[in-house]
C-alpha cells in the first residue's frame, strides 16, 4: 500500500480518487477503500462530474444490497459513467444502456433470460469441457515455454488463453481471434490509450474502424462491431444448430417466444467481454503475486492440491470488476445512513475483498487462506453466471504452468490499466526459467 494521501477527511478528494481511472491504475485507491471502511463505510459522493451516488465499501453491506434485488436495481445505472458520457449514450440511444445484457436487466426478464444458459453454466456440464480446456492451457503454457526465457505475460500469454476458451465454448473460428480481442479490449478499456493502441497494433489490417480520439463515439463504433459480427452468428445458428453457446443463445426463448436481436447480441457481448478480460486479469494478476511472494509461490509449487485456494485468493486479490452500480427503490437504512429512493449506490468490490472484519490480513496474498469469502463474483441474482468456467479455466493453466516453472522474476515494472469498471495488469514483463 502507499501512503494516505487522506490526512483529516477531504470529501472532495476522496470523492474525486474514487471514481478516478489513475487510481486503480497504481492501487491509491485503497488507500480511498481503507480509509472510508473505517470512518465512513456509506459515503455520500459527490465527485465533479459525475451524478452523485453513496460509496459502499464494507464487505457485509456490499453482499446484503447485492441480495437485495427488489430494493436495489440494476436498470438504472450499471456502472459510474460521468454525466457527459451518460447524456450522450442517452440521446444516441433513447435508453440508458448500449447494450441489454444480463447485468443491466432486473427480473423478471433478467432471470427469464439467464435461464437460458444456466444450466450450460453448471459444473456437471462444464466437466465434459475440461479435457479441452486443459489442452488450450498446454498449448499458452507450451508457446509460453517457446518464448525463450522471457516474456510480456500479459500480451503474449493471458490475453489469449481465455479468449481461446471462449471462442472454443462460442464455436467461433480461431481466424477471428484478432478481432475478437479488439472488440473485448477496447470495450472496458478506452480510459487507457495504451489498451486501446496495443489492441490496434495487434488487429492491424483485420478492417476495424479507425479510433476516432472521442470515447463515446468509438464505443458506439465498436458497439456496432458487435452487432453486425454477431448478428451473422445468431443467424446461422439458428438456421444451423450446432453443439455450442452460441447456438443455446440463438435458440433461447423468452415466453415462448425467441430471443430478440438486441437480447441475443447483448448475451453474446456478456459473454466474450465478461468471459475473456476478467479471466485474463486475474491470470496474470494471480502470477503476478506469486512471483512478488516467492514463500507462496514455493508453498503452492510443493503441494498442487493448494491450487484451488490459491485460485480463489487470486480472485480476491485481482478482482477485475471493481464496481458495479444499483439505484435504489425505497428509502432503506444501510449501516447508519438512510438511502433514499432514487439514489444510487456504487458496490466497490475491491474494496469488500480487503475488509479487515472480514479477511485477516488483507493486504497479504496467502495460497492457502482458508477463509475466503470474495465478492468478486457478486451475490444473489446477478452473481455471476460464468463464475464455475472461470475458476476452472484459471486452475487449468496453473495446473499447466507449476510443475514447469521453475524460476520467475520480474523484468520490469507491471502496469494497470487505467479504468475504474474492468481493470487489471495491461503489461507484465517476466524472466522464467520453465521445463
Known sequence: MTAMPFPGFNSDTIDDTLVNPAAFADESIHDAYTKLRAEDPVHWTQPK?????????????????????????????????????????????????????????????????????????????????????????????????????????????????????????????????????????????????????????????????????????????????????????????????RDDLATVIAQGTVDGEPIGMLEAISYYAIAVTAGHDTTSSTASGGLLALAQNPEQLAKLKADPSLIPQAVEEMIRWVTPVKHFMRTCTEDTVVGDKTIKAGDGVALFYWSGNRDEAVFEDPFSFRVDRANNPQTAFGNGVHQCLGLHLARMEIRALFAELLPRLDEIELAGEPKLSVANFVSGLKAMPIRYRMR
Open 49 to 241: 462530474g459525475f451524478r452523485p451516488f453513496w460509496s459502499i465499501t464494507r464487505h457485509a453491506d456490499i453482499v446484503a444490497i447485492s441480495k437485495a434485488n427488489d430494493r436495489f436495481i440494476n436498470r438504472e445505472r450499471t456502472y459510474i459513467s460521468p454525466i457527459e458520457a451518460e447524456e450522450w449514450v442517452k440521446n444516441t440511444t433513447g435508453d440508458t444502456h448500449l447494450f441489454r445484457t444480463l447485468v443491466d436487466l432486473d427480473d423478471p426478464l433478467h432471470m427469464k433470460l439467464r435461464r437460458i444458459t444456466h444450466t450450460w453454466f453448471m459444473p456437471q456440464n462444464l466437466k465434459k469441457l475440461e479435457p479441452q480446456i486443459a489442452a488450450i492451457a498446454k498449448t499458452h503454457v507450451d508457446r509460453m515455454a517457446a518464448l525463450g526465457g522471457q516474456c510480456d505475460f500479459v500480451n503474449e500469454v493471458a490475453l489469449w488463453y481465455p479468449l481461446r476458451v471462449i471462442m472454443m465454448i462460442l464455436g467461433l473460428p480461431e481466424a477471428d481471434e484478432g478481432r475478437m480481442l479488439q472488440m473485448t479490449q477496447e470495450i472496458f478499456g478506452p480510459q487507457d490509450p495504451d489498451v486501446v493502441a496495443r489492441s490496434r497494433i495487434l488487429t492491424q489490417g483485420l478492417g476495424g474502424p479507425e479510433a476516432t480520439g472521442n470515447p463515446q463515439v468509438d464505443i458506439f463504433a465498436l458497439v456496432q462491431q458487435f452487432f453486425a459480427y454477431f448478428g451473422e452468428v445468431m443467424q446461422d445458428r439458428r438456421a444451423n444448430p
